[in-house]
């Protein structure tokens, strides 16, 4: 049972375009929702993360926007580089009860930024 | 600068093996994961540790195995390697002092079972 469904598979932009990638969630108790960037050879590393009490969440080009009610998350990219040619992907947790956070990961998009 | 270290960037085996993926992290974080990451699955968790000696299933753990004797170190054990088994591994850790943090992850270990 997938829980946090991801799309695109693989998104090609060109500079300066505006790059999406949306994500969608069933379980009501998520309350967490980082998004994490993938280069070549190296590790995710978080991006930007978002709680549910907030619609929309910017830091710098990178906005995740969010839809409690459709139980939908985007990650919007402004200005596009190629820079940002990487692998994206979000996440979902619970973090009440406890103190171990089980992220459950979407599939992952391929960014591809054309110059 | 937070610092996770894996064992190997590269490993070969064969089948039948039994393998041993290590993790060692600078941080004093309590929670310690693996994942396995394959093309079009994005990242899947196997284990995870929340002390010494402490250790849950997670998402996929046939196959696999994990000892945690020291805070710092995270074993994944393949007990006998199999094909199915050839992925990317990726240790993360991450604090449980402060809820939810962030988690960090490892450069990974390329595994190919023959």
């Known amino acids: 049972q997938q829980q946090v469904k991801q799309s695109p598979q693989s998104l090609i932009v060109q500079k300066g375009g505006i790059s999406i990638i949306n994500c969608a969630y069933e379980?009501?108790?998520?309350?967490?929702f980082p998004w994490y960037q993938q280069f070549p050879g190296k590790g995710p590393a978080l991006l930007i993360a978002?709680?549910?009490?907030?619609s929309e969440k910017k830091e710098g080009r990178f906005t995740i926007s969010f839809n409690k009610s459709a139980k939908q998350f985007s990650l919007h990219i402004m200005d596009s580089q190629p820079g940002d040619s990487a692998t994206y992907f979000c996440?979902?947790?619970?973090?009440?009860?406890?103190?171990?956070?089980?992220?459950?990961f979407g599939k992952g998009t391929l960014l591809t930024v054309n110059p | 600068d937070v610092k996770v270290t894996q064992s190997s960037r590269y490993l070969v085996k064969r089948t039948g093996e039994k393998v041993f993926l290590e993790c060692v992290q600078d941080?004093?974080?309590?929670?310690m994961f693996w994942y396995r990451q394959d093309p079009g699955l994005g990242l899947r968790l196997i284990y995870f540790?929340?002390?010494?000696?402490?250790?849950e299933k997670g998402d996929i753990p046939e196959g696999y195995s994990v000892s945690r004797e020291k805070k710092e170190r995270f074993s994944l054990i393949l007990e006998s390697a199999s094909t199915n088994q050839t992925s990317m591994y990726l240790c993360?850790?991450?604090?449980?002092?402060?809820?939810?943090?962030?988690?960090?992850f490892g450069p990974g270990t390329r595994l190919t079972v023959l």
């Open positions: 996440a979902a947790t619970m973090t009440s009860g406890g103190s171990n956070y089980k992220l459950t």
């Open positions: 379980n009501t108790a998520f309350d967490y």
């Open positions: 978002i709680r549910p009490d907030v």
């Open positions: 941080m004093d974080h309590e929670n």
């Open positions: 540790s929340y002390d010494v000696k402490m250790k």
């Open positions: 993360a850790i991450e604090s449980s002092g402060r809820a939810p943090d962030t988690q960090y």
